[in-house]
Every structure is written in structure tokens, then in C-alpha cells.
């Protein structure tokens, strides 16, 4: 079975990023709502209710699914996949943190 898109990438960004635009509603986002910034469809799942929104980018080989949220101001590039609740970071300092607890989460996951 195959699952239906819920997203479409829009044009290429300066910063080589697409925003993601909803073609279906889904959990807390509405049809044609703009998300957030990612690399490429392999980024963030079709499937459940995943978003990216805001200024959040997401890129290189995370994966975004299940019911997480990735919005604020964040940069998510580390190889990890992410299937958080949630995940709001409007500080640089906040993004910092939180990188370094996943720098710690996959050194562990690799030992």
C-alpha cells in the first residue's frame, strides 16, 4: 500500500533548502500551509503526522516521523532520525544544547 503525499517541496531556496508546503490536512496543520525548510523528501515522513514549521531546517541524513514537530529557529543535520514529540528552539543556545545531547545520544547508539 502506498501512502499518500501529505507535502510537495516548493522552489529552491538561496540556501539550497525547499519549504514544505501541505497538500493535505494533517494532525495540527491545514491544507496549503507552509512549513519549514528541508534538503529532501527522504527528510521528513509522508506518513503520520511529522512536520517541519517555522524557520527549521532540516537536512543531510535526518529523517523526520511519527508525530514529531521540528520548529523555531533550528538546524537539524546530524545523522539521527528523529521521532520526538516535539522540538521548539528559538535560541541559539537552546540549538546548542540540544545538539550536544544528540552528539551523546549517537555516540552511545554507535558504541
Known sequence: MTTKKKYKLGKKEANG???VIA???FGTVAKGEVG???EKEA???HEGNAWVSGDARV???VRVYGDALVSGRFDVQCAIDFELPRVTLSTTAQARQLRDFLVKL??????
Request: glycine fraction near 10%.
Open 17 to 19: 533548502l525547499h519549504r
Open 23 to 25: 497538500l493535505r490536512s
Open 36 to 38: 519549514g525548510f528541508i
Open 43 to 45: 527528510n521528513l515522513s
Open 59 to 61: 537536512f543531510g541524513n
Open 106 to 111: 549517537d555516540k552511545r547508539v554507535k558504541s
